[in-house]
C-alpha cells in the first residue's frame, strides 16, 4: 500500500497568496475582498468567465484550485475519479447576509435566483467539480475551527477502504471581508514531498509546510 | 467490514413526534402540506409542510435546536441499547440551521454559525467526542448517514446518532420563490403536471451500532458522486445519480434485482424527475417500484435524506410498498415504476437516493438483517 502524500498546496490569506508554502502574490492590505480576488484572477491571467458569476466564496475556492493545479499536469482521468472535502466555519453566510437583506423590507422586497443559489456551502465544491469536470465523492462540513485531525481521519478512510486515490482537500472561508482559503491535492505519488496527515495538515493550513 | 446496524429513530414532522406516528399517517395517505398564509413566512401564500403543535419548544433553545433536542432525546430513548456518552458520535445535517436568527445587521447571532449549533446540541446531551456538521445542500441526510456506517463499518466507532433538521423560514421561501421553484399547491412528485417543490420543516434520527441488539436491518453505506456540470441544474443524462447507485450496489455486491423498491428524491421539479428517470434507466432500475416522500413532508432539506430513510426502513419492516402520493400520470423523460397504491409485498432490500444543487448525487442501501 503505498503512503497518502501532500503533493502540493495553497492558501490565500488576507495579504498574500501562497504556493508550497512560498509567497507568490501579494494582495494591497487596504483593498476589499473582491478587488484582491480580482487582482489575483488578472494576475494569473485566467479567462473563465463563470467567475464573474460566483461570490466570494465560489471565487476564493475556484482561484485557490487554479493556481493549485496549474502546475500539476494531472490527466483528466484523474480529475474525473477526485474527491473533494472542503470544510469552513461561516458556510455561506457572506451570501446569506445579502440574500437577508433583498427581503428585509415590504417596499424593496427582491430576492434574487443568482444570489440565492450561492446560499448553499457546497456551491463552490460543485464551481471547481464543474471547472475540472471532477466526478468523485463530495463532502462539505462545518466546524467552528480547522479540525486537521477528523479531515485526516475520515480521508484516510476514503483512501484505504472507499476507493479514493485522488483527493482536493481544503478549508475555505469567507465572511465580509475576512477571508481564507487552503487547497492541498493528496495522491499515492512517492515522488511528492510531504506525507498526508494530521501535523502537516496543520502546517499547510498555516503555510509553514516545506 | 462490521455490520452496522439501525437501533433507534425518530421523526419530528407535522404528521406526528415519533417514527411510528409519522409512519401509520404517511400508510394512510395523509400529507402534512396544507396552505401558509403568514407573512412571517412570506408576502404571499404558498404550500408548505409546516409544524403547528410546538410542544417540543425546549427554552432557551431556538426552535431548530428544539427540535433536535427533541427528536434525539426521544431517539434515545426507544433505541435498542444504551447511549455510550463517552464514546458515541454526533452527526448533524442541515442546510440553513439557525437562518431566522439572521437579520440585516451587522453583526450576525452567534447561534447562526453551524457550528456553534452542532457544539451546543452536543453539549445538551453531554457527549465527549467533537460532533460533525455535514451541510451540503439536499444530499445533507444521506451523506451523513453513509459517513456515519463508515465509520462503524472501519470500527472507528461503535455507536454514531445521525440526525437532519430544517426549518421553514422566509429566508428559504423566497429563495425557492425566486427560483420559479415553488408548486402552486401539492406537489405530484414524478406526474406529468408536477410543477415544482413545497418546502417542508421536519427533524430526523436515526441511531447506528455495530452491535445488533434487537435490530432488524442494516445500514449497507453508498458513496455520492458530482455531476460536473451546472450549479442549480441537475445533470442532463443522470450519470451522476447513476455513478453513485452504481458504485454502492457494486460496493456491497448487490444486482439492481434484488432492490425491492427505490426511495427516490423525487422533488417533483421538471428537471429534477426527469434526471432522475434517466440516472434509473441507466442503472436498468426504470422497472424498480419507486416512490418519492416529498408529497407527505415536502422538501425538508437536512433533514429530508433522513426522514425519508426512516419512513422507508418502516415500509419495508412493514412489507408494504408506500404510494407515491400524488402522482397520477408517468410524466418523467422515461417512464418509471412508480408506486400508485400501498401494496404488499415481501421487501429486504431497498435503494435511497438523493440529489442536490452543486451537482451533489448520493445512494445508500437498507437491508433486512435475515
Not at chain 1, 49 to 71: G, P, T
Not at chain 1, 109 to 123: A, E, K, R
Not at chain 1, 201 to 210: G, H, P, T, V
Not at chain 2, 144 to 164: C, D, F, H, L, P
Request: a negative charge.
Amino acid at each position: 500500500m503505498n503512503k497518502k502524500m501532500i503533493n502540493s498546496y495553497v492558501g490565500i490569506t488576507k495579504d498574500a497568496v501562497f504556493k508550497d508554502g512560498n509567497k507568490v502574490f501579494s494582495f494591497n492590505e487596504s483593498e476589499l475582498l473582491n478587488e484582491n480576488l480580482r487582482a489575483l484572477y488578472k494576475s494569473e491571467d485566467l479567462k473563465y468567465s463563470k467567475f464573474y458569476k460566483m461570490d466570494h466564496l465560489s471565487r476564493l475556492a475556484y482561484l485557490s484550485s487554479e493556481l493549485l493545479f496549474k502546475d500539476l499536469e494531472l490527466s483528466s482521468d484523474t480529475f474525473n475519479e477526485m474527491c473533494i472535502f472542503l470544510t469552513n466555519s461561516t458556510a455561506s453566510l457572506d451570501t446569506d447576509s445579502a440574500h437577508q437583506k433583498s427581503i428585509s423590507s415590504n417596499e424593496n422586497y427582491q430576492p434574487s435566483p443568482s444570489v440565492f443559489v450561492y446560499t448553499l456551502t457546497n456551491i463552490m465544491m460543485g464551481e471547481i467539480a464543474i471547472r475540472y469536470k471532477i466526478k468523485g465523492e463530495n463532502y462539505c462540513l462545518i466546524f467552528n475551527k480547522f479540525d486537521a485531525e477528523f479531515m485526516h481521519e475520515y480521508s484516510d478512510m476514503l483512501f484505504e477502504f472507499y476507493g479514493v486515490n485522488h483527493l482536493l482537500i481544503g478549508w475555505v472561508d469567507v465572511l465580509k471581508n475576512d477571508y481564507k482559503s487552503f487547497l492541498a491535492y493528496v495522491s499515492k505519488d512517492m515522488n511528492a514531498k510531504w506525507d498526508f496527515n494530521s501535523d502537516n495538515l496543520i502546517k499547510s493550513y498555516k503555510n509553514e509546510l516545506r | 467490514m462490521k455490520d452496522v446496524y439501525i437501533t433507534g429513530s425518530n421523526i419530528v414532522s407535522p404528521l406526528g413526534m415519533t417514527t411510528q406516528e409519522n409512519y401509520s399517517k404517511v400508510k394512510k395517505g395523509v400529507s402534512g402540506i396544507d396552505q401558509i398564509d403568514d407573512r412571517h413566512y412570506y408576502p404571499s401564500a404558498f404550500y408548505g409542510s409546516l409544524i403547528t403543535d410546538n410542544q417540543f419548544l425546549v427554552q432557551e433553545h431556538s426552535r431548530l435546536e428544539s427540535m433536535f433536542i427533541h427528536s434525539i432525546q426521544t431517539a434515545i430513548d426507544e433505541n435498542t441499547e444504551p447511549i455510550d456518552k463517552e464514546n458515541c458520535l454526533l452527526i448533524l445535517s442541515t442546510t440553513k440551521g439557525n437562518i431566522d436568527l439572521l437579520d440585516e445587521g451587522d453583526e450576525i447571532h452567534k447561534d447562526v454559525f453551524l457550528g456553534t449549533l452542532s457544539e451546543k446540541i452536543n453539549a445538551h446531551f453531554g457527549f465527549k467526542k467533537n460532533p460533525m456538521m455535514v451541510s451540503n445542500a439536499c444530499i445533507s441526510g444521506v451523506m451523513a448517514i453513509n459517513m456515519a456506517a463508515r465509520y462503524i463499518e472501519t470500527g472507528k466507532y461503535s455507536q454514531v446518532i445521525v440526525s437532519g433538521g430544517d426549518i421553514i423560514t422566509e429566508f428559504v421561501v423566497s429563495g425557492f420563490s425566486s427560483l420559479m421553484a415553488l408548486s402552486a399547491g401539492h406537489c405530484r412528485p414524478y406526474d406529468k403536471e408536477r410543477d415544482g417543490i413545497n418546502i417542508g420543516e421536519a427533524c430526523a434520527t436515526i441511531i447506528m451500532s455495530g452491535a445488533n441488539t434487537n435490530s432488524s436491518v442494516k445500514v449497507l453505506a453508498g458513496f455520492t458522486s458530482n455531476d460536473a456540470n451546472h450549479i442549480s441544474g441537475p445533470s442532463r443524462t443522470g450519470d451522476g445519480l447513476y455513478n453513485s447507485i452504481s458504485k454502492s450496489l457494486e460496493d456491497h455486491k448487490i444486482s439492481t434485482r434484488e432492490i425491492d423498491f427505490i426511495n427516490a428524491h423525487g422533488t417533483a421539479t421538471a428537471f429534477n424527475d426527469d434526471m432522475e428517470s434517466k440516472a434509473f434507466k441507466l442503472a436498468e432500475l426504470d422497472h424498480t417500484p419507486v416512490n418519492s416522500f416529498k408529497s407527505y413532508f415536502g422538501h425538508t432539506l437536512g433533514a429530508a435524506g433522513v426522514i425519508e430513510s426512516i419512513i422507508s426502513v418502516e415500509s419495508m419492516k412493514d412489507n408494504c410498498l408506500i404510494k407515491s402520493l400524488g402522482f397520477k400520470q408517468n410524466g418523467t423523460t422515461f417512464d418509471l415504476n412508480v408506486i400508485g397504491e400501498n401494496c404488499n409485498k415481501n421487501v429486504t432490500t431497498v435503494l435511497k437516493t438523493a440529489s442536490g444543487f452543486g451537482g451533489c448525487n448520493a445512494a445508500v442501501i437498507f437491508q433486512k438483517d435475515e
